[in-house]
């Protein structure tokens, strides 16, 4: 107040006399602009006056509680903020009376109405709201709250009317503010906009009158509400400030040196900055204003009289680039500047230096452009990306003096003289086009012709590849150009040539088959210093592609000598699903090439868990156990392979499920009378047990119920219906038509089937024969009597069937060596006793201090005949949760595999 | 009681041929043709050292809803009643049938440790109906050993314990010798009988039906070597456990140590001690009375199947020779 004496004592005197005068206008009108006005003056006198009791009193109790609002607004302290409020609040209710009278003082008004504001503003800024505390928040949001229902119902029509018309206000605090409140002045020297005093400082005097009620609080509420918008105004340019020249740091020096443009840049960023904010989900303004300035300004890039040179383009493209990856930037214009800069650049021949390195960016950008990795390209920027690619190569292509590299640092460019060189690598953008193109495939529909419209850019994929391949080999590195020649391979492997495939042996080899080309990069891996990854997925490429085209041997003897189902468990997990891949491959080769058994093997693992689909990433299952959190499910998708490559599961099944019935149905006739079955395929007789459990069994529709149909038929020997159920229109369709000589392997079936159903045939009924003649099983079987022989001969020499085989007359005489019942109880028993005894040595050994528990498996081994060979059989699929790593189980498996084929590749070198 | 222990304990078991009887009319009756074992109460005196037994009565069936049914008042009733009729009513022990020898087992060894508990010469008498049935008469006499005693009274069957008594499955029970005696009437009769008898029935212990019994027996036998051989696994994992359990706690131990020496170095008090035990809990390693009982069962098994090939060995070679002598005249 004392100061309010020292400024005031001039003013007052000016205006007692017009008070008067004021008083008679004010009071008619009552508008709450004009008593605000009134206040002011109050205010005045007030400070002169402490004679005026009250009213004054509240009037300042209210300006100064605003004042404090306001210092806690600055520092956003939320708590105290509300607590002033309130307490403005029931300063307000006070200073009813008065305000009845008076109106609506202006000063309370604006503040509220700056209040609000300031409550919008705060809340609309999510960033700082998640980062102030609790308790902070708690205050802030009823502060929204109290705010919003205080005005609604008391001040609605005021607020409002201030909000068309705020400059009032304004104009009010500057009279008060000069006179009365020295301290005030600094938040006032800040609005700079005030008009000039208006006549309303008279009022004072008539305040004295009309006081008692509302005057005391308008004055208050006026001086607040002025300070507030000061303060406001203050507050944001300081950090329009500090955000320019904080955040921008070098760029925004940077525009300065550009001279004129910048300025004006500046200010057209300006407008669009607002926009931005408002439209920016964050709601993060205080970053946009970092950021959006630069790209925003689109309109011209240089100066009209600045000189395009190499320098100026390479600042630009500084600039536009250093505003890539920040939030809010707009990927598209930047984009758009990136050409347009290019076009500039070439327009005003800066040289290929630039064009490259432009090229090199714009590429870049356009990979940028999605911030999410989930999300493929739009087809036109996909569009754009290829033939910007393709340019570039090329321009590469074209000019051997252009060197590019990631090795070469941004100092050392050269974009000028002859020997260019450019920083960036080209390869990584081949790979991570690549990349693109799969995500792009794998976002559309399978079945739709967009998915048709995307795999025809395959080619131009395959051809850009192939001429960085070209372009690699000249200019590359080793390591590059193995890089590259994976691409290659990976875009190669799975696609059938039919021109590579023999007929004859006699048939001249062609020229330019994928084969060799695989074979040419492939062997490159192989020999070079390549990483092992690399390498490891050339290898299964190569054994894919031998697999997928009928080489039957060579597919094998690389898959055991690489070795790899020993460690594939290590690698990561696309190398993985490869593996997976080319083994289902493998088995499938095997199928045609008539190597039932080594293509159970190699599928058994992969169908037996009934999770073929997820195990060559070919769609994601339902996961029963635990859910898939959202990442995992998101990270488990983008490892999917796009449809053109899918490995056709139902045909895998169905290959599966034939080569389990042609080793598995004689297996169980041979095995009718062993006391524990093994089995040798237990998803075969899980699909048998689920079609027993059937009430009613129809003619088969399904591929699986044909394979069972088949299979009951086949178990009576009846080898003709088998081959009807296997080989049928239905199935044909299905399932044998896809394969590449599908009559080949018809015929192949019904050869396996007729000599598994002789085999069957004989293990179920030899009993209730003393002798057969070869020749009515030749007939029943249709096959030739040697086959007959020869089937049976095996059969006597492995001990499956208890015959011999008389020449004269062409018989097979049966010895009827089926143990007893007794027998075989007693054989049981030894069995048992084995086991008691083994386990007893266990506790001994246990005992005497060896640990022996490691090579308790070795024993397990050696004891059951049959089971042993039965485990030598299982080969390793990597499986695990989610494709994860693959458990112990598969480990063993692998093992199995490996020891087996071991035996068998060096049985087989040496049949060689 | 002293007198009595000082005694000599009772060498053999004299069998009054009207227990017999009426064993086997209670196994008849009520067995089902031997599959479903009866019990009774065998009641008797000791004379000597041979155990007579002079009667016994059936332990009366009683469904499982009949849970008021009391079985020792029956069983007081009864001896007096018997006594009212001046009949021997000293309990002397009780009987049970069992089916292809299937008898050594926890209950049998309980209720005969309860029975020789309380009455010391008491014995059980184990009767196969089936082998009746077959022309051999086939009542055993059994008790538990004074080792067996001492084992089972302090109930607690753990390898330890089994070690320290030194406890086998052969020295659970011993066998009594049982004697069959008549009165010289009833003697008489038999003789009288065994001259009506037609010549063909008398042959009828040759019968050769051995696959059958065997097939049976072999059953039986791999059950047990099933169990047997869980029981051992059971065991074995147990001792692998402790193993393991050891290696930690040694572990634990060193790592203690060196904490201990590092602590000295730096003069800081050493860690407190603290209960091992509490930290690793001993393991309860598992009871290992079935596995003798198990054991005994084989043993039991094999004895029989060693017993009845023998016999049948020799009537094999019997007949073998008898149709040679028939072939050559």
Redesign the interface.
Known sequence: MSRFFKAGSDSESETESSEDDEIIQQRPSAAPVQSRTFQFSDDEDDSRRIVRSAKDKRFDEMTNIIQQMKNHKQIKDMANVLNDFEALIKAADKAKKVIQEEGVPRFFIRCLFDLEEYANECWEDKEWRKSISKNNSKSFTSLRQKLKKYIREKYEKEVNDYKENPDHGDDDKRDETPAPQDEESEDEVDTPVKAPVKPKLPAPPVIKKQLPKSMDDDDDDDDDIDWDSSDDSVESDIDDEQFDTGKLTAEYFLKKSDSGTSKKEKKRKEPKQMKLEETDEEGDWEEVKGGAPLIMERPKMFGKDQEINVDAVLKKLYEITSARGKKGTDRNEQIELLKELREIAETNNLGLGIDVKLYFNIIGAIFDYNPNTLTSMRNDVWESCLSYLQTLLNILIDHPEVNVGEHIKEDDENLTEAPLYVRGCFLTLVEKMDEEFTKMLQSCDAHSTEYVERLQDERQVCDILEKTLRYLEIKGTTLEISRIYLKRIEHLYYKFDTSCVYTGDNEPKKEGTSEQTMDKLCKFLYTSETPDRLRTRAILCHIYHHALHNRWFQARDLMLMSHLQDNIGHSDIPTQLLYNRTLVQLGLCAFRQGNIRDAHNALVDIQSSNRAKELLAQGLLPNRQNERTPEQEKIEKRRLFPYHMHINLELLECVYLVSAMLLEIPFMAAHEMDVRRRMISKNFHHVMKMSERQTLIGPPESMREHVVAASKSMKTGDWKACKNFIINDKMNAKVWDLFFQPDKVRDMITVKIQEESLRTYLFTYSNVYDTLSLHTLAEMFELDMSVVHRIISKMIINEELMASLAEPTQTVIMHRTEP???QS??L??SD??L??VE??E??LE?KQGI?P?QNKRDRNDRQPGTSAAFQHHTQGVVEGEGYGPPTSKSVTNNQHWNRRNNKNYSRESRNY | MATRKQRAPVQYVQLDGLVVLKLIKHCQEEGAGGTDLVQGVLLGLVVDNRLEITNCFPFPRHSEDQEDFNEVQYQMEMMRNLRHVNIDHLHVGWYQSTYFGTFINRPLIDSQYNYQDSIEESVVLIYDPLKTTQGFLSVKAYRLTPAMMKFHSENDFTTENITKHGMTFDKMFEEIPVVTKNSHLVNSLLCNLEEKDKEADKFNFLDLATSSMLQKNLRQLMECVDATTMDINKYLNCQRQIMRQQQAKQQYLQKRQQDNAMRAQRGEPPLPEEDLNKLFKPLQSPPRLDCLLYSGQIDNYCQQISSFSTQSLGKLFMAESLQNDGQSN
């Open positions: 007893s019942r007794l109880l007693a049981q028993l048992k006793f086991t008691l386990n007893n266990r506790i246990v640990y528990f």
